[in-house]
Nanobody, 120 residues
Framework: QVQLVESGGGLVQAGDPLRLSCAIS????????MGWFRQAPGKEREFVAA????????RYAASVKGRFTISEDHAKNTVSLQMNSLKPEDTAVYYC?????????????WGQGTQVTVSS
């Protein structure tokens, strides 16, 4: 069983940065690609970013490309999402996810989510 625990959410102002982290159970970390998704009130959950299992490849949603950066630290068994130039429309619950494959958005495991609120 993969366990994912997010942290780092909070309330920030537009233009501020924020960094989310996801702690991953060690024994499965090297198997899955990892990703971040988000869900705003009244909207469907959407893809934000993904990183391949070896950390070589990344991909992003068009709405965050150039502002968000996904990274991983194998030594700490964490995946992070650095979010810069935040906008009010980035307000959502952000979820860490273990992906079945790097190239698609099929999720095998979800974290519990962390709230990010961006005020204008």
């Amino acid at each position: 069983q993969v366990q994912l625990v997010e942290s780092g959410g909070g309330l920030v102002q537009a233009g501020d940065p924020l960094r989310l982290s996801c702690a991953i159970s060690k024994r499965t970390f090297s198997i899955y690609a990892m990703g971040w998704f988000r869900q705003a009130p009244g909207k469907e959950r959407e893809f934000v970013a993904a990183i391949s299992w070896n950390g070589v490849s990344t991909r992003y949603a068009a709405s965050v490309k150039g502002r968000f950066t996904i990274s991983e630290d194998h030594a700490k068994n964490t995946v992070s999402l650095q979010m810069n130039s935040l906008k009010p429309e980035d307000t959502a619950v952000y979820y860490c996810a273990a992906l079945r494959y790097y190239t698609d958005n099929v999720v095998d495991y979800w974290g519990q989510g962390t709230q990010v609120t961006v005020s204008s």
